[in-house]
């Protein structure tokens, strides 16, 4: 059992919280009740969706174990109210990245929320550390979504995980029950792993999302500039060789739900257009090596898979 100032963990196994609408409930829930700290994907949620979403995440955790976070990009215009949101409905952790947040120090101070911001440098890792941080989620440039880095996971961990006290978990990379190994060798605590948890029965995507896992192959994730001003990772799809190609896809209307955005094509749109199945029109975030998934499995079959790696 991981213990983080008072937070029991099971098992040390961060599911990442993945926008838009990927990372739910279900998902969430699920993750908890295997003894896990399942989490919901906070970015660009309306401040209700995201208290509904809590409360049905809590009314579907039946194991004790577990925790429920909630992720919030930095990023997006509603950072603050989402964050409160996350305050009053009483979650165990608020993990925050895309982005770096001094300001939320100071907001969950005293409220019982442990706070984990995702690092990519020793820098923020030693501010994280010195301003309250619980914990840090060290995530390098082989993960998926948007990226602090173009350095891997593997390259990056020592260095930190050595240099500060607080308890580290390592993202980027983790697919196998092996790379889990590899991870904890350099250092962490545990792991957060996004991709894997995407290709499971819980997780509120289509098929057609989760296939884009099992299908790729080495070679088909690139990396793309998204419209935050940061770089991601992508399986190759119509839409990606699109903005490869440098093709111009400004959209017709805009919700301002970014504090910053450079409106080249709206990211949070096609994100939910590749959750929903759309090949053509969708963008489909994955870490580079998601390529090693080749089935869909209950979130039960993953912890079972990676239990021993913990010696659980």
Excluded at 47 to 52: A, P, T, V, Y
Aim: glycine share 10%; net charge neutral; proline share 3%.
């Amino acid at each position: 059992m991981l213990d983080i100032n008072g937070l029991k963990l099971k098992v040390p196994i961060i599911q990442g919280g993945m926008a838009i609408r990927c990372s739910m409930a279900k998902l969430a829930s699920a993750v908890a009740n295997e003894g896990g700290l399942g989490v919901i994907a906070g970015s660009t949620l309306t401040i209700k969706e995201l208290k509904d979403e809590i409360k049905k995440a809590k009314d579907m955790i039946t194991e004790k174990g577990g925790a429920l976070g909630v992720n919030i990009m930095f990023a997006v215009s509603n950072f603050v109210d989402l964050v409160n949101a996350c305050i009053e409905e009483k979650v165990d952790v608020i993990i925050c990245g895309a982005g770096f947040s001094r300001d939320i120090f100071s907001m969950v101070k005293g409220t019982g929320i442990k706070l984990f911001p995702i690092v990519s440098s020793l820098k923020l890792a030693k501010i994280s550390e010195k301003l309250g941080a619980d914990a840090i989620v060290v995530e390098g440039g082989n993960a998926g979504g948007h990226l602090g880095t173009d350095k891997p996971s593997w390259d990056i961990m020592e260095e930190i995980t050595s240099s500060v006290k607080i308890p580290v978990f390592g993202a980027g990379g983790v697919i196998t029950p092996e790379d889990a190994q590899r991870m904890l060798s350099l250092g962490t605590v545990g792991v957060q792993m996004g991709s894997r948890f995407v290709a499971t029965d819980e997780c509120e995507v289509s098929e057609v999302f989760k296939n884009m896992y099992v299908n790729c192959k080495e070679g088909d994730i690139v990396e793309i500039q998204s419209s935050v001003g940061l770089p991601a990772n992508a399986i190759i799809s119509p839409y990606v060789k699109k903005l490869l190609s440098g093709e111009k896809l400004t959209p017709s209307s805009c919700n301002q739900c970014l504090k910053h955005c450079n409106k080249n094509f709206c990211v949070s749109s096609r994100l939910v257009d590749g959750h929903a199945g759309d090949y053509e029109k969708g963008i489909f975030f994955a870490g580079k090596d998601a390529w090693k998934i080749d089935d869909i499995v209950s979130v039960k079959e993953i912890f079972r898979r990676f239990k021993p790696v913990f010696d659980l």
